[in-house]
Each structure stands twice: as structure tokens, then as C-alpha cells.
């Protein structure tokens, strides 16, 4: 997968370039939604903004476990994927168990807002 990655960069395909810039403005997003858990809100924009924190969480935690998942198979051989062996230890090692740990720490992000907020 790396190497397509890299090919489609240096090609400047332009659904690829939209995809990048995609994942730019969603991660930009997530870090305002962490910024927004520390300003007090009124308590019905307060849960809004700790369901949403708690929601991402959750998707960020079983998206990276699913692909580590994918990927761990594949790497036993018994799912065939076309990826690189160095882009499959890449991910499996750093770049899927990133993604989980986001997760909680997005998950403990929300609820430890939501106990200061509604004790």
C-alpha cells in the first residue's frame, strides 16, 4: 500500500489529493472537538459536545482494531491483501495501534469531562 500511497502522490491524482485533504480537515476537527471538552458550556451543549468526543472515540478505537485485525490476518496469510511487507509491519506496529490509543484517549477525554461537568 505504501507504494501506491507514493504513486498517487507524486501523480497528483486529484481524488487522491481530495481524500488527503479530507483526512486533514477531519483531523483538524478532532482536535477542536478535544479543545471544545475543556470550555464550559451550557449542559445541553455540553453533553452534545461529550456524546460527539465519546462517539469519535469509539469509532477511532474499532477502526484501528478492525485494520490491525485485517491486517494481522493477512500477515498469517489467511487474507490476501496487496500490501507491502514493510507497509504491513508499518501499520501493524505503529500506525493501527496509534489509532487505537487515540481512541481511548478520546473516550477518557469525554467522560472525564462529563464527571467534572455533571457531578
Do not use: H
Not at 51 to 80: D, E, H, K
Not at 94 to 105: A, K, Q, S
Amino acid at each position: 500500500m505504501g507504494g501506491l500511497i507514493y504513486q498517487k502522490a507524486v501523480e497528483r491524482d486529484p481524488s487522491f489529493i481530495t481524500i488527503v485533504w479530507l483526512t486533514g480537515v477531519a483531523k483538524v476537527c478532532g482536535g477542536i472537538l478535544l479543545l471544545l471538552n475543556l470550555r464550559e458550556w451550557s449542559k445541553i451543549t455540553k453533553r452534545i459536545v461529550v456524546l460527539l468526543t465519546l462517539i469519535s472515540g469509539v469509532f477511532l478505537f474499532f477502526y484501528g482494531f478492525a485494520n490491525m485485525l485485517t491486517l494481522a490476518l493477512s500477515s498469517i496469510g489467511l487474507l490476501s491483501l496487496q500490501i507491502d511487507s514493510l507497509a504491513l509491519k508499518w501499520r501493524l506496529i505503529f500506525w493501527e495501534p496509534f489509532f487505537m490509543i487515540g481512541g481511548v484517549l478520546f473516550i477518557l477525554s469525554a467522560l472525564r469531562s462529563k464527571k467534572r461537568t455533571f457531578k
